[in-house]
């Protein structure tokens, strides 16, 4: 593990990390990186899988372009759509983060694979992967991705060899109002938040410059129109194949457990949600006083010492480490809760938190920021409160029938297989992302 965390590429990245965005953020982001590689996380998803430092790797293409100008054969006559019968996707992408890796580019690639559209997708940095993908693609897809000199060289090329090009994002990273007024961002290190600040308008610079948009709801693609005049299109995150075996697995494994526990979980993906909980913490505290057998879940990342002193006698929390073990801590629940502050940036925000829980049938209670109430069917698959002041009278009344709770969280499983398991319907994937590829 220490000879991979030594190369010189990630050396250099470390270094113009502290240079760029100061010591603290470039020793998070190694932190970070060393967690992925102890997982075993896949190589190149979260690092080059070559020393090439990005700085020089804006250059790998040049000598390339040169010879085919001097032989006059820099452009292509068609593109490559039109002569070739089989769809080619090349995805190159940001794939640090594992969730948004999973429903924004394993997941895709195994949708469009089941339509005969193979789909090779590469993290920025491997940039000789990047490069060959994109020699035998009919179809670019940019997945976010910023303004940056390797990544412009890979929208060169992709121009040269007349390939479509989409680009997708499942936040708001281009926006400076939904940064500004992000809750979250009170739970960081005030330099984190200006560094996100710094960087949205590389992101809206790329995003520009493809030729249609692809994002994850229908609220992100509203606040995306007021940045952009590409067309926008929607394609929600949905449960493919995998998640729904996993979640069988771990439901079949949870169903063993009797210990008379009434849990409710609270998953937090990334940093910052502890702004989130606070919206209903003091419901949730009034929750637990009111039996004893009720305990609090917090899956994934917290800061539990800003917790309610309440609190933390009757909470349980399970770090992330792959997805798969993930959901076998939820299972355990009895149910979910999905608090959101509300202001932009949640507004932007998808329902995956919702597939998670119905994976393994949980019902799960969420509020009407986000497109988790789009996805919810309130009283059948789960709650959806009126108002932030409605959590725990939805608790109470999941906690009172522990057998209606279990046949909501039933119908929340099979309401995920039927309705949002990957099929073409238009509340999943916009018909024009379809007709992108095939046409």
Not at 3 to 22: D, M, N, Q, V
Not at 187 to 206: G, I, M, N, V
Not at 238 to 267: H, I, K, M, N, P
Not at 299 to 317: A, I, S
Request: glycine residues 6%; proline residues 5%; neutral net charge.
């Amino acid at each position: 593990m220490l000879r991979t965390l030594l190369r010189p590429a990630l050396i250099w990245r470390f270094c113009a990390s502290a240079r760029e965005e100061g010591l603290t953020q470039a020793l998070r982001k190694a932190r970070i990186h060393a967690g992925r590689v102890w997982r075993g996380d896949g190589r190149s998803a979260v690092a080059p899988a070559t020393d090439v430092p990005s700085g020089v790797a804006a250059f790998y293409l040049s000598g390339t372009w040169q010879s085919l100008a001097r032989a006059g054969g820099f452009a292509v006559s068609q593109p490559p759509a039109v002569l070739s019968r089989r769809r080619r996707i090349a995805l190159i992408g940001d794939l640090n983060l594992p969730q948004c890796r999973k429903y924004r580019v394993e997941q895709l690639a195994a949708f469009w694979l089941a339509r005969d559209v193979e789909v090779v997708h590469s993290h920025y940095l491997d940039v000789p992967r990047s490069v060959h993908a994109l020699q035998e693609a009919t179809h670019l897809i940019e997945y976010r991705l910023r303004a940056m000199p390797v990544n412009a060289m890979y929208r060169y090329e992709a121009r040269r060899l007349k390939l479509p090009v989409l680009y997708d994002l499942d936040d708001p990273l281009f926006s400076v109002p939904a940064y500004e007024t992000y809750h979250n961002m009170t739970a960081l290190d005030p330099s984190l938040k200006q560094h996100f600040l710094t960087e949205a308008p590389s992101y809206l610079e790329t995003m520009n410059g493809a030729d249609i948009l692809s994002v994850s709801t229908p609220g992100m693609a509203a606040h995306t129109r007021d940045f952009t005049p590409r067309p926008v299109f929607v394609r929600r995150n949905f449960a493919d194949a995998q998640t729904l075996d996993q979640g069988r697995l771990a439901l079949a494994e949870a169903a063993a457990r009797d210990d008379s526990l009434f849990r409710v979980a609270f998953a937090s993906g990334s940093q910052g949600h502890e702004a989130d909980f606070a919206v209903i913490a003091d419901q949730i505290a009034a929750f637990l006083d009111g039996a004893g057998n009720r305990r609090l879940v917090i899956l994934g990342h917290f800061d539990t010492r800003r917790l309610p002193t309440v609190l933390r006698d009757r909470v349980e929390v399970h770090g992330f480490s792959t997805y798969d073990s993930y959901l076998h801590s939820l299972a355990r629940a009895d149910c979910a809760v999905m608090p959101l502050a509300d202001d932009l940036f949640n507004r932007c925000k998808s329902a995956v938190r919702v597939i998670d829980a119905a994976a393994v049938g949980l019902p799960s209670i969420v509020g009407r920021v986000s497109d988790m109430a789009h996805v919810v069917r309130g009283g059948r698959t789960g709650i959806v409160v009126p108002d932030d002041s409605g959590w725990l009278s939805a608790l109470e009344t999941l906690a009172d029938d522990p057998a209606g709770t279990r046949a909501m969280g039933a119908a929340a499983r099979r309401d995920l297989e039927t309705r949002w398991s990957g099929q073409e319907a238009a509340h999943i994937i916009a018909p024009e992302l379809l007709e992108w590829v095939r046409g």
